[in-house]
């Protein structure tokens, strides 16, 4: 096969792989950050203090944590299309259930309890677009679905504000138990739609021709034979395997970054003047937009060039800058533009990172590796927006000491996405002289 061809028939994958996963992981992210808005009015409501919030908000991560290997390692078992579905369904639920909270103790086990059922989801999708796509496309295909991350808050923050502001009082709810409810069913409709949308893998599917299907098996069976450092790794070396851990340490510093300011900026946002939640939506909308253009063209030039390692250590170091001028901005503006630097710095690398550990595992160690990334990482999730309310609970200056902290996690993970990442790639060159 030409590498027209090899390219046409990425292209034709990709129409066909990625389009419904995007809209799952979409309505994924809406449901795991829908909090930062309904915070805008429940914390009052409930007596929620900042270290309360951050607490439950972060508690999701504990159970994504807990429950991230063991799904993953049942969907290489079972398949993509019964586990998918299966998560879809029950994160919608708890999803919804978030609308019926009404102590801290709710809100706490209620989010404990979404992250284990939404576990395995991100991974998972991350391990099944390596069982279609050749290593050398990953970068331009992680960047077209991690598309959603950051797109997500310009869709999710005007939507969030639409529901807060027209459905509050409504038989008798406010708001933010609306917002819950209405974007929690849809996951439990496309659960049921995942049985007939997703298939197992590229043997399986009907309008890949016999040729196509034999040039993926032989392309990828080589990509994995030549993966000798861990090709024979089990998922218990793999878990102690250095590089892995490594690569979980960069991941942790993303997550932190990723969520204790997308848990935040809402609040964040009404703190510079903005009070109704529409208006706060649209502003938080900015950032994410920008960032998403900025993490398409980032993957592809990554792609282009070979190189993931400053690809992914430069945007980590750009993130952290942006977040220290936000936290000392002498104005709303100013902090805005800081805010939107740090999130393109944020979303670039993310694509990027996965194409390393995804070009360093294969076989078992791929699904364990891959789900072990990402829930030690995670724990980020946890740290972020705990830290960032305790903070601002316990300090003087508001935001300032929470945003610094972030600042410092992700400047960590961009000097070890350095080591690691010139590890990895001295393995590959030995093993391409081999």
Known sequence: MTQVEELALVRKMAWRVLPFLLLTYLI??????????????????????????????????????????????ILSKVGARIWFARIMMTWGILAI??????????????????????????????????LWFPAQYRGRIFGLFLIISPLNNT??????????????????????????????????????????????????AKWLTDAEKKY??????????????????????TLGNTKVLLFAVVYTSLAIGIYGLALWMPQIIKGMGLKDPLDIGLVMAIPYLIATVCMVLWSRHSD?????????????A????????SAYAGSPVLAMIAITVAA?????????????????????????????????????????????GWLRDNTANGFQAGLTFLAVCLLVGSAVAIIVGRRVARIRAAEQMA
């Open 28 to 73: 994924c992210i809406i449901d795991r950050l829908n909090v930062g808005f309904a915070a805008l009015s429940m914390n009052a409501e409930l007596g929620f203090t900042s270290t309360v919030y951050g607490v439950g908000a972060g508690l999701f991560f504990v159970g994504y944590f807990l429950g991230e290997v063991p799904s993953n390692l």
């Open 97 to 130: 259930a978030m609308g019926f909270i009404d102590s801290q103790t709710g809100f706490y086990w209620t989010r404990f309890l979404l992250g284990i059922a939404e576990a395995g989801f991100f991974p998972g999708v991350i391990y099944y677009l390596t």
């Open 155 to 204: 869709i999710a923050g005007p939507l969030a504000g639409l529901i807060l502001k027209f459905f509050d009082g409504t038989m008798g709810f406010p708001g933010w138990r609306w917002l819950f409810i209405v974007e929690g069913l849809p996951s439990v409709v496309l659960g049921f739609i995942t049985l007939k949308a997703v298939i197992d893998g590229p043997a399986k």
């Open 304 to 316: 282009k060039t070979g190189e993931r390692v400053w690809h992914c250590a430069g945007p980590l």
């Open 344 to 388: 393109i710095g944020l979303y670039c690398s993310q694509p990027v990172f996965w194409s390393m550990p995804t070009g360093y595992l294969t076989g078992v160690a791929a699904a364990g590796g891959i789900a072990f990334i990402n829930s030690i990482g995670n724990l980020g999730g946890f740290v972020g927006p705990f830290a960032v």
């Open 318 to 325: 750009l993130a952290a800058v942006g977040l220290i001028c």
């Open 216 to 237: 993926l098996a032989d392309t990828l069976g080589r990509e994995a034979a030549a993966r000798t450092d861990t090709k024979h790794l089990s998922i218990w070396q």
